[in-house]
């Protein structure tokens, strides 16, 4: 390995598999995979080990590479003015994706003690309301076939199923994904599914089986030929599938894992009674705060979310919604400035060397914006505070709907409800109204007339004078 490239700090061959994981993808190795890699250096928890397994088509793509690099991943830290790379070990295997048996096999192992998921939002087959789909096709086949599952969830049952026959102690299931309630969603999932074939064993996890949630965080950009082409030049490394991210990461967990967990409060996991401060700390002040710099970077055609923050005028009507209007509404955290977490949030917004895209930020805001900005400003109505800034944003994210830039240049799909999107956006610019009227994000906040007249004098400035215009009065106080 060259010199300046950290390797795991253990014997691999010591490890055995504690943990088996769902999604290893880009986050998970970057954030779990790389806690556990530091516990392991320090001599600790190492028959806690990852155990990969995947149902998507892609992951069996994903296996290969990291086959052929005996689950090893390089991992780049990369802050401002230098990267660090390190080898990432904590990996000793993966299933082969599909493979029902042999997966159910490996989850009813005793040994296997947590089961843990990143699969992303769309893997908990979510309603509109964001409650569990008993009707998704997915689980409808689940539901029909236990003993030939295709779903994580589905998978999942199976093990349970076979541990409860042996008379083994079922595992704790720990979702990893960036998703509020993220535990309570995952058990939701699972005894939605066993309730549609199993009753018993729906009861049975209900009263067994614990879900900690967590509130999970690094920015960390997909995979390109440009990381891997950075890698080689920068370190002389070649791998297959790196991982590029911030330096910055957080984890902070419900401490509930009755089959026992590593510990990982050794290499820095916050470990507490009750997540959800920290979660709406995060959802509202940095996923809030990237929708606010997301819609007019993308009207003003900018790429990369450093170069957004480089611009004065994004800049400053972030920190000014970020303290006018959302940091007011969250409540206190424990152990926590939230202006000095404000402050570290756009300092990691601004590095330049990430590499993340402004049009990542602007994707599928139908789902995002009733997650992270209109509890927000229903928030600051109740309270009698200002949504100036806040209805600026959603005009921002109506007018980016519209589908071309300032410059006209087209704004290809970036939503699973585009074309509706679209077609909102363009009745809206003779009647901003439109745009409020959708129940599903807006809700009873669309109907707040203080919010309306906010926003349809916030739209009409836009079109009328241009985004750049529009914040400076903002900035200024004059909208």
């Not at 309603?127 to 589905?154: K, L, M």
């Not at 066993?194 to 949630?213: G, K, V």
């Not at 509930?256 to 967990?261: C, H, L, V």
Request: a negative charge.
């Amino acid at each position: 390995m060259p010199d300046g490239v950290a390797v795991p700090g253990y014997a691999r061959s010591d490890l055995s598999a504690g943990i088996l994981h769902f999604g290893i993808g880009n986050f998970h190795r970057a954030h779990q995979a790389t806690y556990l890699d530091r516990l392991f250096a320090t001599g600790e928890g190492q028959d806690w080990a990852i155990l990969g397994a995947g149902v998507m088509e892609g992951d069996r793509k994903a296996r290969a590479v990291l086959q052929a690099q005996d689950w090893l991943t390089t991992l780049v830290e990369q802050e401002a003015t230098h990267s660090r790379a390190r080898v990432i070990g904590s990996m000793v295997g993966y299933l082969e994706p599909g493979d029902a048996a042999a997966i159910t096999a490996a989850l009813a192992d005793p040994a296997i003690r947590i089961v843990s998921l990143t699969i992303t939002e769309g893997g908990y087959f979510l309603d509109s309301s964001d409650r569990f789909d008993p009707t998704h096709p997915a689980i409808q086949a689940d539901a029909s076939t236990p003993d030939a599952p295709g779903t994580v969830f589905g998978l999942i049952l199976a093990g349970l199923r076979l541990r409860r026959e042996k008379g083994f102690a079922p595992f704790t299931v720990m979702s990893c994904d960036n998703i509020p309630h993220n535990g309570r969603i995952t058990r939701n999932a699972l005894i939605g599914l066993a309730e549609l074939s199993d009753p018993a064993l729906a009861a049975w996890i209900a009263e067994n089986i614990s879900f900690p949630n967590g509130m999970v965080d690094r920015i960390t950009p997909a995979t390109s030929d440009r990381e891997r082409g950075m890698l080689e030049s920068d370190f002389g490394v070649r791998d297959g599938w790196p991982v590029f991210c911030e330096a910055f990461t957080q984890w902070v967990l419900e401490d509930d894992f009755p089959s026992g967990r590593p510990p990982l409060e050794k290499v820095g996991v916050q470990f507490v009674p009750d997540v959800s401060p920290y979660e709406l700390m995060k959802i509202r002040i940095l996923n809030g705060g990237h929708a606010v710099i997301a819609y007019p970077a993308g009207l003003l055609d900018i790429h990369f979310v450093h170069e957004a923050m480089e611009h004065p005028l994004i800049r400053a009507f972030l920190a000014k919604i970020e303290h006018d209007e959302i940091i007011p509404g969250v409540p206190p955290v424990p152990d926590t400035d939230l202006g000095a977490y404000y402050d570290l949030i756009a300092s990691r917004f601004s590095n330049p060397k990430i590499g993340d895209t402004v049009r990542r930020l602007c994707l599928d805001g139908s789902n995002r914006q009733p997650k992270f900005i209109v509890p927000s400003i229903a928030d600051s109505l109740a309270r009698n505070g200002s949504v100036t800034g806040l209805a600026l944003e959603s005009a921002l994210w109506c007018r980016y709907c519209y589908g071309t830039s300032e410059s006209g240049a087209e704004i290809a799909p970036n939503d699973p409800n585009w074309d509706r999107l679209t077609r909102i956006a363009k009745a809206a610019r003779d009647d901003p109204g439109t745009w409020l009227g959708m129940e599903e994000v807006y809700g009873a906040t669309g109907r707040d007339a203080r919010f309306a007249s906010a926003f349809s004098e916030a739209l009409e400035a836009l079109w009328s004078d241009g985004t750049e215009a529009v914040l400076t009065s903002y900035i200024d106080g004059r909208l």
